[in-house]
């Protein structure tokens, strides 16, 4: 299977063909389906790199869906939705989806966020050699870059991959103020502005899932109209 292969999601015909041709004349190998039960068929028989995944499918939830695929693989998700509200974007990105689209929606910027999640590191492989230990800890907060786990007073926080690398860009910079604008080149590997209320919602689960795992400190501080810190 191509480095470079994507797989489609969509129940409406037009859509999915739309996407499809402009993916392939991007130069990636795209597969395509119409429904959640063979959007998890085909990520089961041979995963491909990025999921864009329709939230309103015919037979399933999308949100499950992708519940289900982040179980199952390390794929990206890229949501499209027509239900851009915010209720909606925070539950599928607490389910593990790597970004969203409102529909209607740019061809070219569709292309372009495909593009920036090809581009994003997939999580290492094991490593069958000891390496120095990469830890970052600071008060009762632990980011194991190595294993890609996060610990409050030892016991481990289940995050997603985003939030466990927008976590690891405030971590390795304690008490310095990261502008959303940066999040999004480190983690997103975009420029695009619209994709500010993507940092912060993917900012509001992380903070809920660490206070729900009871961390005191440090704490994630937003500075208004600027960006993100932790602090003690």
Not at 10 to 15: A, P, S
Not at 45 to 60: K, T
Not at 194 to 207: D, P
Request: proline share 4%; aromatic share 4%; glycine share 6%.
């Amino acid at each position: 299977m191509s480095e470079q292969s994507v797989l489609v999601v969509e129940d409406t015909e037009e859509i999915r063909e739309l996407v499809c041709t402009v993916l392939r004349r991007a130069g990636t190998d795209v597969r395509a389906v119409a429904s959640g039960a063979e959007a998890l068929a085909e990520v089961r028989r041979d995963a491909p790199d990025v999921v864009v995944l329709d939230l309103g499918l015919p037979d399933a939830d999308g949100t499950e869906v992708c519940r289900q695929i982040r179980a199952e693989s390390e794929c990206y998700v890229l949501m499209l939705t027509a239900r851009a509200e915010e209720v909606d974007l925070l539950i599928g990105l607490a389910v593990g989806a790597d970004g969203y689209m409102a529909k209607p929606f740019s061809p070219r910027e569709l292309v372009a966020r495909v593009q920036a999640l090809l581009r994003r590191p997939r999580v290492p492989a094991p490593r069958s050699a000891p390496v120095e230990e990469s830890v970052l800890r600071l008060a009762e907060l632990e980011v194991d870059e190595d294993s890609r786990e996060v610990r409050v007073d030892g016991a481990v926080v289940d995050l997603t991959r985003t939030e466990f690398d927008l976590l690891t860009a405030l971590a390795s910079r304690p008490g310095r103020v990261l502008q959303r604008e940066t999040l999004l080149r480190e983690v997103w590997q975009t420029d695009w502005e619209g994709s500010v209320r993507l940092v912060e919602a993917h900012m509001s689960n992380l903070r809920r899932k660490l206070q729900a795992a009871g961390l005191s400190s440090p704490s994630i501080r937003t500075v208004r109209g600027v960006g993100y810190r932790l602090v003690a």
